[in-house]
């Protein structure tokens, strides 16, 4: 089974501070994904990641980025924490040589910035 | 550009009822897969069920079939005979073929089974 893992279910961070959100998958996937879901508005892609060192700005953008050093691992960091970034964060990731296109989740960070 | 709408913020029903989700999207494209996930409280999303949009034969996963109608660009769930573990988040997504390949999603049907 694909697992996706995030490094926090739950985080608390300040106004202005630099953040940090990991995400690892264990399957081997070129495609990695970070969305934010808010209510009513669904999940909306921020960055998504074709494959190592390989990034492209998705929907929302604005105030994210994003690294992928590794294969296995894709961290969106908020460089200064704002609380309209008060959100779910969701990783997903996939191999382009599936013919499913499904994605696969994480179970989410839930961020909320004071 | 694409987008999908799921008109239902929420929905309730009984336990063993058979219930249906709507879910209409918009594309130019031709080539595409429609896609229902689901996230329960608290767990992680997964999905429920595809439908390759050049197949005509509507897709069915057990209890879960989806009824797609291509010219009408609808794609609505149907879950029957509903289990208390239905309960979730449920979105509607779409992807075509083409360019990044990316996931779009609806707003979310929240669905509450009742006992």
């Known amino acids: 089974d694909v697992k996706v893992t995030q490094s926090s279910r739950y985080l608390v961070k300040r106004t202005g501070e630099k953040v940090f959100l990991e995400c690892v998958q264990d399957?081997?996937?070129?495609?990695m994904f970070w969305y934010r879901q808010d209510p009513g508005l669904g999940l909306r892609l921020i960055y998504f990641?074709?494959?190592?060192?390989?990034?492209e700005k998705g929907d929302i953008p604005e105030g994210y980025s994003v690294s992928r050093e590794k294969k296995e691992r894709f961290s969106l960091i908020l460089e200064s924490a704002s609380t309209n970034q008060t959100s779910m964060y969701l990783c997903?990731?996939?191999?382009?040589?599936?013919?499913?296109?499904?994605?696969?989740f994480g179970p989410g960070t839930r961020l909320t910035v004071t | 550009a694409q987008t999908v709408t799921q008109s239902q913020p929420e929905m309730s029903v009984q336990e063993a009822e058979t219930v249906t989700l709507s879910c209409t999207y918009d594309?130019?494209?031709?080539?595409?897969?429609l896609f229902w996930y689901k996230q329960p409280p608290s767990r992680q999303m997964i999905l429920v069920i595809r439908?390759?949009?050049?197949?005509?034969q509507n897709a069915t996963e057990n209890r879960f079939s989806v009824n797609f109608q291509k010219a009408a660009k609808s794609f609505s769930l149907k879950i029957s005979d509903s289990q208390l573990g239905d309960t979730a988040m449920y979105f509607c997504?779409?992807?075509?073929?083409?360019?990044?390949?990316?996931?779009?999603f609806g707003q979310g049907t929240r669905l509450t089974i009742n006992p």
């Open positions: 997504a779409f992807i075509h073929f083409q360019g990044a390949q990316k996931l779009v």
């Open positions: 439908q390759e949009a050049y197949k005509q």
């Open positions: 990641s074709y494959d190592v060192k390989m990034k």
């Open positions: 399957m081997d996937h070129e495609n």
């Open positions: 997903a990731s996939r191999s382009p040589g599936e013919a499913s296109y499904e994605q696969y």
């Open positions: 594309t130019s494209e031709n080539n595409y897969y």
